[in-house]
């Protein structure tokens, strides 16, 4: 028999076939991958379905239409979803995974196969195949919606695109431009998630762009998604930026500055999602962010952010990426790195961490140090693999010795009372200080070849690399020292042998200044009471600048400082005193530079003293014969280590703090950028200290030391001096030390001013500051709460006047962000424990909402500024319990707000009739049958009634207030500071009757 002709395709069994495929996917999931064949059948059998035009020679595509509309009627019931719903994201998915399915199926992305089936079906090149025809049709359908009036229809087209655009293997020239230019204009639509699914298309559509094709007018997607990611203002944007941005080594600049993104789940993407990812590309090829790849600025940079960062989860993922890096340099090592395991030697755990230092420069800063203790917390098998063998501390090198000190100090945090494991690191007491000795041989030795050498004859390279081996040997100096801290001084050999190493290293001048504080700690460990600590370091002092003339150039080890082990020096015959007058200028030059070391070790000992300094009578000498003379030289480093000096001083003495404060005073008004923010350190921390001293009432210094510093932050243009005094008065205010409103007032002034806007170090601290100080307390709310209203009017003329090239906040974000500050909820989360249901029935915002009615009276106010204090109103917590008086007055000021001066324009009149609603509603009970003639009969409503007793209603025309003229750029908030904050009050009444 002959075969049987398969019966023609029904195209109108695709209105019942298709509705049951979608109405199953949009259920569950787990049915996709059976009905992406279901599907594919019917795509197939309708691809068959053609008819012939022009004589047979060719044919219309009949069946592939009918199936794109009936796919396209089942996807536009879709769109108009709502983001959220599950029905609809199962169907986008389905979509997607149908494009996928039957991309593999056509072997698009690959280009023989795709060649193949163009020949079975005699296609020309430029001809598209079945797959690629219903794909184009799809997303030319779903561009109109792009634009679409309805925010939801937008979101799903993009959504769809986004996902759709990988499996395109390629796009008309016409198609690609108009779907770039949707792409481009939805990246500043209104929606956040419209935006982010913008970006999430545009990164795919980027990997098809040709930057060189691109018109002159033209941003390539990249640099326009750079932008997105850097400076848009929802959080979901910026992050669908940063995870699908297209990533490159042009690109990994812009990615590390997220690492102080504003958002905690942007900097924990960075590290988890992009700088862990793209370390390696395969197990032996290393990506763009592999930590040998990255320059030593970017690695330190990513530690620093990463490990300094408040969220834990971000600290933590910045933890996990440095447990990566060291577990790819160990495993990946270069030629050079194996040769320096094998010149360390010794265990591979050692070796591999040694590695793994080589990354940081060991010089500078703490990075490397944070780094290394991170990997011991987050990588607990390496803590508890690693051993120190006996000969580690012999000959050490830089790295060796800043890794033997922090896993010594991780040691004694993790076994907290036990301390076998740290002692089984350290060598004996004795043997450490020999150490130590060897190490600062070697330093003298450098020192002297140094001193031989004709630099005339030295070529700029071998200098830098003498510079740079001096630099290692005194760190390593530093580290041992640091390691000797934890040695067991029980034991008295090896006491006294430390004792004798570190006073005969600091009675010669050549210790470096960096290692001072490291020798003195040992010291203090040696001899615990402060009073033996001053003694030594006193008698260095006096041997400094008074040595005796039978004095021999002592050995290193510092073997002849002492006669015997902890007896007083034989004292000397007094010397007579050279004047300066009398001196060679090589014998003032070397006077100063022994003054110097001499004040450097007085000013490491005071930061080690909290004894008072009437306990401690050596420090009068020192005081009169060294600290005080250099508070009055020329000479700008003998200055300023004595004005440090002195400032120690005066934190352990209370009378001299009180004697020199007007001194320090003096000093900054005449002192350079450099000493200026030295004093005003000192300044600041006498002030701290001291508080009864000068902030008590009966001390009498209280308001001029406000005065003095707020007419300092007005007159002073250092962007760094004025940080610090933002940061100081910031401090004493957080403390409660200050409670002044001026200085409260003037902080907010600085920190919205546009004259501040490039100051970031003032910017970060203030925002820091004003959510910290206002949840504090009850109290810190109300001080915001009183400087309110006259900051916002200050800072409204301001902004009106306002001709800077520098973009300045509006009235309406200011008054936004007093109404978070002022919120009692929040500040019921800061407060916690029994004061959280007080916190939240505080009244606060509602005695705020009456400042803001009363202050809306006036006829001078501008139109913008009475709409954004009448939306403000909106935004304030209205507490369930509050005095019926309050609430009462508040409503007499409403109504007679509305009936005798309505604000003009509908926003506000709306705002302010929702307001009014909104307190008829929440307190119906306390309202009824209320009198406002038994109101006036309480006291502490008079003042209330006499100011709308005084009120006129005013006419239309006269609600316009008089046109201000123009300010120059330099008034500006920063300017007139002392003027504004010289008082808190009110600001002027509005139009009264004539008396």
């Known amino acids: 028999m002959p075969a049987r002709t398969p019966a023609p ?125 219903f794909l184009s049709y799809i997303v030319k359908n779903f561009l109109p919606g792009c634009t679409a009036k309805d925010k939801s229809v937008r979101y799903r087209c993009l959504q769809c695109l986004a996902e759709i655009l990988p499996h395109l ?168 790195e194996e040769d320096i395991k094998k010149e360390v030697g010794g265990e591979e755990t050692i070796q591999d961490l040694l590695v793994f230092l080589g990354l940081f420069d060991l010089s500078e800063g703490t990075v490397a140090e944070d780094a290394l203790s991170s990997i011991f917390d987050t990588r607990m098998d390496i803590y508890e693999r690693l051993q120190l063998p006996e000969d580690y501390w012999v000959n050490p090198t830089q790295q060796r010795a ?91 050999i090896g006491r006294r042998k430390m004792f004798q190493t570190v006073r005969g290293m600091l009675a010669q001048p050549v210790l470096p200044e960096p290692v ?61 005193e050279r004047r300066v007058e009398d001196m060679s200028p090589e014998e003032k030059q070397r006077a100063d530079e022994i003054d110097s070391r001499c004040l450097s070790l007085c000013v490491v000992m005071l930061e080690r003293v ?94 001029n030391v406000i005065q003095f510093l707020l007419q300092l932050m007005e007159k002073e243009d250092s962007d760094r001096i004025q940080a610090l005094i933002a940061m100081g008065l910031s401090k004493l205010m957080l403390s409660g030390m200050i409670a002044d409103e001026r200085v409260l007032q003037t902080l907010v002034l600085v920190f919205i001013s546009p004259e501040t806007v490039d100051n970031q170090e003032l910017r970060q ?8 100080y206002s949840y504090s307390s009850v109290a810190n709310q109300r001080r915001m709460r009183d400087v309110f209203v006259p900051t916002f009017l200050r800072i409204a003329e301001v902004y009106h006047n306002w001709e800077g090239e520098d973009p300045m906040i509006t009235p309406a974000q200011v008054s936004l962000m007093f109404a978070d500050w002022t919120h009692p909820v929040h500040a019921k989360d800061a407060i916690g424990g029994k004061h959280r249901e007080d916190a939240e029935k505080d009244p606060i915002q509602l005695e705020l909402a009456a400042d803001i009615v009363r202050e809306l009276f006036s006829a001078d106010m501008e139109k913008e500024d009475k709409k954004a204090l009448c939306q403000m109103l909106g935004k304030l917590h209205l507490p369930d319990e509050i005095d019926d008086d309050k609430i009462r007055a508040l409503k007499v000021l409403v109504s007679n707000l509305r009936t005798r001066r309505p604000p003009r324009d509908t ?17 119906e009970k306390q309202l009824e049958d209320f009198s406002e003639d038994d109101l006036r009969k309480l006291e502490e409503l008079k003042d209330m009634f006499e100011f709308l007793d005084d009120i006129i209603p005013l006419d239309s025309d006269e609600d316009e207030p008089p046109k201000k003229g123009r300010k120059r750029r330099s008034m500006s908030v920063a300017t007139t500071i002392t003027a504004t904050t010289s008082t808190t009050s009110r600001s002027p009444s509005p139009k009264t009757k004539s008396k």
């Not at 862990?276 to 090829?285: F, I, L």
């Not at 001096?470 to 760190?475: D, H, I, K, W």
């Not at 009864?692 to 009498?700: L, P, Q, V, Y």
């Open 907 to 923: 926003t506000s009149k709306n705002a302010l009739a929702k307001f009014d609603a909104s307190l008829a509603k929440k307190y």
């Open 516 to 576: 001072l504080a490291r020798a003195l700690d040992v010291l203090r460990e040696i001899w615990p009471k402060e009073q033996d600590l001053i003694r030594v370091v006193v008698e260095i002092v006096h041997e400094l600048r008074d040595p005796p003339e039978d004095e021999v150039e002592p050995r290193p080890d510092g073997d002849e400082s002492m006669t015997e082990f902890g007896s007083p020096r034989r004292p000397r015959a007094p010397q007579p």
């Open 9 to 133: 395709f029904d195209l109108e069994s695709l209105q019942s076939a298709l509705p049951k495929i979608f109405d199953q996917v949009q259920n569950t999931s787990a049915n996709h991958q059976k009905n992406y064949v279901a599907l594919y059948k019917l795509q197939n059998a309708a691809a068959a379905v053609q008819t012939p035009v022009q004589n047979g020679k060719s044919s219309m595509l009949t069946g592939e239409k009918a199936f794109h509309e009936a796919c396209q009627d089942m996807v536009l019931r879709m769109i108009e979803v709502k983001k959220g719903a599950g029905v609809a994201d199962r169907v986008v998915k389905f979509l997607v995974g149908y494009a996928k399915f039957i991309t593999d199926k056509s072997a698009i992305l690959t280009p023989p196969l795709v060649n193949e089936e163009r020949a079975k079906v005699e296609l020309d090149e430029d001809e598209e195949t079945t797959t690629e025809r």
């Open 402 to 492: 800043l890794l033997g000190r922090v896993f010594v100090e991780k040691c004694r945090d993790k076994e907290g009372d036990d301390h076998s494991k740290m002692e089984a690191q350290l060598p004996l007491t004795t043997a450490m200080a020999f150490r130590v000795q060897d190490a600062y041989n070697v330093l003298v030795q450098h020192i002297q070849a140094e001193e031989a050498l004709d630099e005339d004859e030295e070529d700029e390279e071998a200098r830098e690399k003498r510079e740079e081996q001096r630099t290692e040997r005194e760190s390593t100096i530093g580290e041992l020292l640091r390691a000797a801290v934890n040695c067991d001084y029980g034991d008295e």
């Open 765 to 772: 601290c203030l925002s820091y500051f004003f959510p910290v």
């Open 610 to 703: 909290n004894s008072t300094f009437e306990e401690n009578s050596m420090l009068q000498g020192v005081l009169k014969e060294l600290i005080v003379p250099s508070v009055k030289r020329k000479e700008m480093v003998l200055r300023e280590k004595g004005l440090i000096a002195l400032g120690l001083c005066c934190l352990i003495a209370r009378n001299m703090a009180l004697s020199s404060f007007q001194l320090f005073l003096g000093q900054v008004a005449s002192s350079p950028e450099v000493l200026k923010y030295r004093v005003l350190q000192i300044i600041f921390d006498i002030l701290m200290v001291h508080e009864d001293a000068f902030f008590s009432e009966t001390s009498g210094n209280r308001d």
């Open 169 to 336: 293997s390629g796009l008309d020239e016409d198609l690609y431009a108009k779907l770039r230019s949707a792409l481009v204009g939805r990246l500043s639509d209104k929606e956040s998630n419209v935006r982010a699914q913008a970006a999430v298309a545009l990164a795919k559509l980027s990997f098809s762009e040709d930057v060189s094709e691109l018109e002159a007018d033209e941003t390539p997607i990249v640099e326009m998604l750079v932008d997105t990611m850097t400076y848009d203002t929802s959080v979901e944007v910026r992050r669908s930026a940063l995870q699908s941005l297209p990533l490159s080594p042009s690109v990994l600049p812009h990615i590390l500055t997220r690492t102080r993104d504003v958002d905690p789940s942007i900097r924990k993407a960075v590290y988890a999602h992009v700088l862990e990812k793209y370390c390696t590309v395969s197990e032996k090829a290393i990506g763009f962010t592999h930590p040998r790849i990255l320059t030593v600025a970017q690695r330190e940079l990513i530690v620093r952010n990463g490990l300094g960062d408040r969220e834990p989860t971000v600290k933590s993922a910045a933890g996990q990426l440095l447990a990566h890096w060291a577990e790819i340099v160990r495993s990946t090592g270069t030629k050079e």
